[in-house]
């Protein structure tokens, strides 16, 4: 028999013990004993993986069994069932992603267990409210395993719902997984983190939003330019105005203007400058800025640093840059795409920060409950690959750019062409196209087209003229795993 685990029993304490803190400070909320007996009993589910296996077939219903099949079978059953509840356990005393990836079985019976603990998967249970999880579509039903409830509450995005404890335990070892998954990429003294049901745009907005309560004065947001248009409207829909600051050209390669950035912080004062917003994750020839050099800025002026780090976590250098930008400056959150790093549908974003307070009042800033769509992905794909599969995708991914690399400059040579010369760009690589250039204005464009008509996805083509020659660009990018 497996035996009830204090540690999984404090780790499931651990989830719900703030969240009743909390609850206990709000008005809506009468006593302290609704919320004692509240707490009780999701602890009480809680439990459903820690105490031994014979709490989901209890010995009566193993004996009834014996009764009908073999008992040498029925025990060779509930082996196997032990082995499968084993990694559970495992997953919530250690709330940690698993080395090696689970199969679909141990997968499905995981999230059948959470589900069953969500009020509207009650047998008998009567739903009088407006909201209790009710699906018409039992094919919607089964495409979301029955979790209808979402996360969050109204006041916080991570906080427990009381009739949702399946819901909860899902959004809570989520984040705790993909904190995990943070750390093993690089970034190895990061608090805290989130799962949010938004994109990357959205989901800066929701960063800037949240200091705009610390910085009431400010009205600006210091940009180094990137040619984005989320980054930019995120921004715009904040309601702060963005400073652009012009990249410079080293070489082949467009970087942060430092000095410049410096001076526009002088200029508008520091108490007019929201944050700085850098990026990571960029297309050739632009490289990702500067860093630490900026998060030092940021330090010295008092200014926040908010990082887009969108589709960096499968790069070690971009999570080297924000590791080091932390040690030596100020950085305050970093945002990354859920479907970009973990090849999950868009929708999703994680927000990650080296302050835990910080990264709890941008969850709390969350206006409402949220979509469990995305922290369901992510939780069911990280399981799936362990650590080891994760790890195994991050190293094909650095040798299938190396092989891009070498082969888009044989290639380019060839057509009397060039691959940029961009080595601080770990993701994306860009090469001349003069040549179509010089036959005729629109034969760029239609290389673009050709490409995607066969089935070429994801490269970009850019028509760029300056005083000193005529360059065309095209983006290789490898933005997914």
Known sequence: MLKSSRHTKGFCSRLCESETRFLCQRSAVPSRRRVASWFRRLLGVCRLFCVPAATAMNRESLAAGERLVSPAYVRQGFEARRSHEHLIRLLLEKGKCPEDGWDESTLELFLHELAIMDSNNFLGNCGVGEREGRVASALVARRHYRFIHGIGRSGDIAAVQPKAAGSSLLNKITNSLVLDIIKLAGVRTVANCFVVPMATGMSLTLCFLTLRHKRPKAKYIIWPRIDQKSCFKSMITAGFEPVVIENVLEGDELCTDLKAVEAKVQELGPDHVLCIHSTTSCFAPRVPDRL??????????????????????????????????????????????????????????????????????????????????????????????????????????????????????????????????????????????????????????????????????????????????????????????
């Open 292 to 481: 630490e050099e900026l998060a030092v800025i940021c330090a010295n002026y008092g200014i926040p640093h908010v990082v887009n780090n969108a589709y960096g976590v499968q790069s070690s250098k971009c999570m080297h840059l924000i590791q080091q930008g932390s040690r030596v400056g100020r950085i305050d959150a970093f945002v990354q795409s859920l479907d970009k790093n973990f090849m999950v549908p868009v929708g999703g974003a994680i927000i990650a920060g080296f302050n835990d307070s910080f990264i709890q009042e941008i969850s709390k800033m969350y206006p409402g409950r949220a979509s469990a769509s995305p922290s369901l992905d992510v939780l069911i794909t990280l399981l799936s690959l362990g650590s080891n599969g994760y790890k195994k995708l991050l190293k094909e991914r650095k040798e299938m750019f190396s092989y891009l690399s070498d082969e888009l400059k044989k290639l380019s040579e060839a057509y009397n062409e060039r691959l940029l010369h961009t080595p601080r760009n770990p993701i994306s690589l860009a090469v001349t196209l003069k040549t179509l250039d010089e036959h005729h204005d629109k034969t760029v464009t239609q290389l673009g087209s050709m490409l995607f008509t066969r089935q070429v996805s994801g490269a970009r083509l850019e028509y760029k003229l300056r005083e000193s020659r005529d360059l065309c660009f095209v983006h290789s990018c490898i933005p997914s795993i």
